[in-house]
T-cell receptor
Framework: DAKTTQPTSMDCAEGRAANLPCNHS???????VYWYRQIHSQGPQYIIH???NNETNEMASLIITEDRKSSTLILPHATLRDTAVYYC???????????????FGKGTLLTVNP | KAGVTQTPRYLIKTRGQQVTLSCSPI?????VSWYQQTPGQGLQFLFE???????NKGNFPGRFSGRQFSNSRSEMNVSTLELGDSALYLC????????????FGPGTRLTVL
């Protein structure tokens, strides 16, 4: 079962920042927070990941609370092409030392409106 | 670098048939994982291959199998197809250096009639 909780859907106006929350209250110390998104019927696209510190890349920013029990993905200037299902996922190394399995929940359907 | 490629993109089969799907990982990636996505169950992990060996497996029946070749390309086979096998089958590759990000292909849409 997925260990994260996300709202089912959110709306955002084009050009505004989209803030997508994720709760992961049972996160363990070695688990990373990953965000992927999936545009209809395409493969999931990696967005960003982090462990403790906030992270930023060309696509988005990831804010992780100090207790690591929740995080927020921020798309600074949402466009119509950002309409997708966004998945917040916890992942850690397995005993073999690799991150091989992602457990997807139902995600948040973000709709960016013109 | 080219991304993960999957062939075919679309496939229609009938119940009882078998099917083979192919995945070519990003160059230099050695780990390939397979996922099944259906509207009811969402994205579920099938299995993972590394160095031609199945290293990890999800909770799917033995009708679902796979293999990996020496060039890291992977195939997935489903035998005795059932209607419920209709799904989007996704593969993801990673370099396999610990917490490496997995990169997904576009998927193969399988319809079983």
């Amino acid at each position: 079962d997925a260990k994260t909780t996300q709202p089912t859907s959110m709306d955002c106006a084009e050009g505004r920042a989209a803030n997508l929350p994720c709760n992961h209250s049972t996160i363990s110390g070695n688990e990373y927070v990953y965000w992927y998104r999936q545009i209809h019927s395409q493969g999931p696209q990696y967005i960003i990941h982090g462990l403790k510190n906030n992270e930023t890349n060309e696509m988005a920013s990831l804010i992780i609370t100090e207790d690591r029990k929740s995080s927020t993905l921020i798309l600074p200037h949402a466009t119509l092409r950002d309409t997708a299902v966004y998945y917040c996922i916890l992942s850690s190394l397995n005993s073999g030392g690799s991150n091989y399995k992602l457990t997807f929940g139902k995600g948040t359907l973000l709709t960016v409106n013109p | 670098k080219a991304g993960v490629t999957q062939t075919p993109r679309y496939l229609i089969k009938t119940r009882g048939q078998q099917v083979t799907l192919s995945c070519s990982p990003i160059s230099g990636h050695r780990s390939v994982s397979w996922y099944q996505q259906t509207p009811g169950q969402g994205l579920q992990f099938l299995f993972e291959y590394f160095s031609e060996t199945q290293r990890n497996k999800g909770n799917f029946p033995g009708r679902f199998s796979g293999r990996q070749f020496s060039n890291s390309r992977s195939e997935m086979n489903v035998s005795t197809l059932e209607l419920g096998d209709s799904a989007l089958y996704l593969c993801a590759s990673s370099p396999d250096r610990g917490m490496d990000t997995q990169y997904f292909g576009p998927g193969t849409r399988l319809t079983v009639l």
